[in-house]
């Protein structure tokens, strides 16, 4: 185990700004290189850019210092106050754009690369992120990166925007894509139709082969999309069949035989997007897809096949969106429409918007309760908000559907059902079921990721600790930044008071793609790590970090607004009782009063962190850890109240995986199987229509490292 907590803190040391920023003053200065020669347009990209203020002035202070300092040549100076300016104000884009001038002002253009993705990932739409973005993707010979992310702009922000065509344009002539800068430069002259240098460039353009001095051009590809010589139909065939039989290697290069003769046909490009996906080649997939994409920008099929692959891959939805929105623009056939209803689920999901992810997935059985992924997404929706019964049912039935198929799509799906079934039955204190489902998930699919963390969240659950260390640890040293089981090891080691949590939970909350409510969990579980640990940070960062949490995590804003409404004053123990009912974050007793004290010192309530402080602790909370896990204890999943719980239905009620109305009003107290289920205490949470629950949940939606399992689960 110290083996794998040296490897994570390894990772985030290396991720870790401080120690970029500091490199000038402890002997380790790299030595500076001459920076690129910027193109025309681009000085004004790599540029300070002002800094918004939290309050105190001192991110513009330190930005001011920074820009000073980089203006006179002292780049390691400078780089000291531009992160004070992140420290300052740590949800800006721009003071990471700021980093990544400094760092490519040294001629350090793989830190640039680094800080300009950080920009671009806080703010997709800013101009500067994606202008430096590319042209540094573009220096590494990232071309079709650098392509993407100018296209994608133009087409989503600021079609008109004079910098991103003037870089697209100068990207395209580097590559000899003469018709596409051509193109380009057209539309330049059209928003300045006097400039002598884009029409200089049109013309170099022109004489380079596209078109004529008259202004004729060359075919555009896109109008033989689709087309084909003969005999390619029968290779696509061939190929199609390869795949379905279970050996996606063949049928990549019967595809890429396929493109030889005909480089642009739209059936092979998919074909071969599915096949490195079935692979693992994610790289190779997304250029692939990039590939379709080029062919028709607004292809209905060829932007909802960049959308789902996305998705499987993990990336944020608000990155696949923008596809999905061409995608469900353009007209298609039932198939199609299916397809589009699964991604604007997956995507809901994604997004913490269970009443969207719950009616679309729903839409979508009714549609053709056959098609098994349909069947695992609505299984996924429905454990979201606890409904346990149902969720097992529509995963049943996916498990069924793929039953003896041994395509790649039918097993990935198959491998995910038993996942999330395992979940279903974790979530419910049966852990035997939890643990043979999650192996039969690993015998299809080895690799899933998912099944791993469960297994090992059945196996802490029973007190079985080591085993379940060695399970995360297996995850993590193929996948050292995979954020659930980060999560989750984060969490055994705050439960077994060991300080190496705070090490493998700051790598959880900065050094993964986690967000929604699981990055608010790895936050509010840093904070109470630090807080137990002072020694390991700086006064008040603990709540520093709390408050970063408490902004991402949906269902711990509903409970601190009630508290601090004057709960916590008038009832302290009761409060308690409502951080620990929260339904995507574990706490017990302890964990849930300290959180409490945190968050009245981080609010700079005095008189709830007084209220606090003459609570006296239950004697179950007072027992060892060692105590409290197992059986009977208090341990991560047990929680024992004196009020009969209870658990809010679906509003309206909901479907089952055939379409039928189900529950409404109160949830039964029976389980799947007609048995009672255990009292795991009283949960608040937000119901399928995003409002809040006002009945307590009786039962509990995934935990903190599982919210974030489904959503790239089969990488």
């Not at 890429?256 to 071969?272: E, I, M, Y």
């Not at 990055?519 to 002072?534: F, I, M, R, S």
């Amino acid at each position: 185990m110290d083996k794998i907590i040296n490897g994570v803190s390894e990772i985030f040391d290396n991720m870790n700004s401080y120690a970029l920023a500091t490199c000038g003053g402890c002997g380790h200065q790299q030595t500076a290189k001459e920076r690129a020669r910027l193109e025309p347009g681009l000085s004004q990209v790599f540029a300070i850019q002002p800094v918004p203020d939290m309050g105190d002035g001192e991110a513009s202070r330190a930005t001011q210092r920074g820009a000073r300092l980089l203006h006179e040549g002292r780049v390691d100076e400078s780089l000291k106050e531009l992160f004070e300016a992140k420290r300052c104000s740590p949800a800006s884009h721009e003071s990471r754009s700021n980093i990544g001038c400094a760092y490519f002002e040294r001629g350090d253009e793989d830190a640039a690369l680094h800080w300009y993705h950080e920009a671009h990932r806080l703010a997709p739409h800013n101009s500067i992120a994606v202008q430096a973005l590319a042209y540094l993707e573009q220096r590494v010979g990232h071309m079709a990166d650098a392509n993407w992310l100018l296209v994608n702009f133009l087409q989503e922000v600021e079609p008109s925007h004079v910098g991103c065509l003037r870089q697209l344009a100068s990207l395209q002539q580097l590559q000899g894509q003469w018709a596409q800068a051509a193109n380009t430069y057209r539309r330049l002259l059209a928003l300045d139709p006097g400039s002598a240098e884009w029409s200089r460039q049109l013309q170099r353009c022109m004489d380079s082969g596209v078109g004529s001095s008259d202004g004729s051009t060359t075919v555009d590809p896109s109008a033989m999309a689709g087309r084909a010589p003969a005999g390619v139909a029968d290779q696509l065939e061939e190929a199609r069949k390869l795949r379905d039989s279970g050996h996606p290697a063949a049928a990549l290069a019967a595809y890429k035989n396929c493109l030889r003769s005909a480089p642009t046909h739209t059936d092979a490009l998919s074909g071969v997007v599915d096949c490195h996906s079935d692979l693992g080649n994610n790289d190779a997939a997304m250029e692939a897809a990039r590939q379709l994409l080029s062919v028709n920008a607004e292809d209905p099929e060829a932007n909802l096949r960049m959308a789902e692959l996305m998705l499987s891959l993990g990336q944020p939805a608000h990155v696949a969106e923008p596809y999905l929105k061409r995608a469900l623009s353009g007209r298609g056939d039932k198939r199609l429409k299916h397809r589009l209803l699964c991604a604007t689920a997956e995507i809901a999901l994604a997004k913490e918007d269970y009443k969207q992810a719950l009616s679309s997935a729903s839409e979508a059985v009714r549609m053709d309760a056959s098609i098994p992924k349909a069947l695992v997404i609505l299984g996924t929706a429905r454990l979201q908000v606890a409904e346990y019964a149902p969720a097992v049912r529509a995963l049943t039935a996916a498990i069924d559907a793929t039953s003896g198929r041994q395509d790649p799509a039918s097993k990935r799906c198959r491998s995910q059902a038993h996942a999330m079934s395992a979940q279903a039955y974790e979530r419910q204190r049966q852990f035997p079921q939890a643990i043979e489902h999650a192996q039969r998930a690993l015998d299809v699919f080895p690799q899933l990721e998912t099944a791993h963390v469960v297994r090992a969240a059945a196996l802490q659950q029973t007190g079985r600790t080591r085993e379940a260390a060695l399970e995360l640890e297996a995850v993590l040293q193929q996948s050292p930044q995979y954020a659930p089981a980060l999560l989750l090891l984060g969490y055994v080691q705050l439960c077994e008071r060991d300080s190496r949590a705070v090490n493998t939970l700051e790598v959880a909350a900065f050094g993964t793609s986690a967000s929604g409510s699981a990055l608010g969990a790895a936050k509010v579980y840093l904070a109470l790590a630090l807080d137990a640990n002072p020694e390991r940070c700086t006064r008040g960062r603990p709540e520093q970090v709390l408050k970063e949490g408490l902004a991402a995590h949906r269902n711990l804003q509903c409970v601190w607004q009630e508290i601090e409404q004057g709960l916590g004053v008038r009832q302290p123990l009761a409060a308690v009782q409502k951080l620990r009912g929260i339904c995507d974050l574990d706490l017990n007793s302890a964990q849930a009063r300290q959180l409490l004290a945190l968050l009245a010192n981080a609010m700079g309530r005095t008189d709830l962190a007084r209220a606090v402080a003459n609570v006296v602790r239950p004697e179950s909370a007072q027992r060892p850890e060692s105590a409290q896990r197992g059986g009977g204890g208090e341990g991560r999943g047990s929680r024992p109240s004196s009020v009969q719980p209870q658990r809010r239905a679906p509003v309206n009620g909901g479907l089952d995986h055939s379409g039928q109305q189900i529950g409404g009003g109160r949830a039964s107290s029976r389980d799947a199987r007609g048995a009672p289920m255990p009292g795991r205490g009283s949960f608040t949470g937000i119901t399928p229509d995003g409002s809040r629950c006002g009945t307590p949940y009786r039962g509990r939606s995934m935990s903190p490292a599982h919210t974030s399992m489904y959503e790239g689960s089969l990488r």
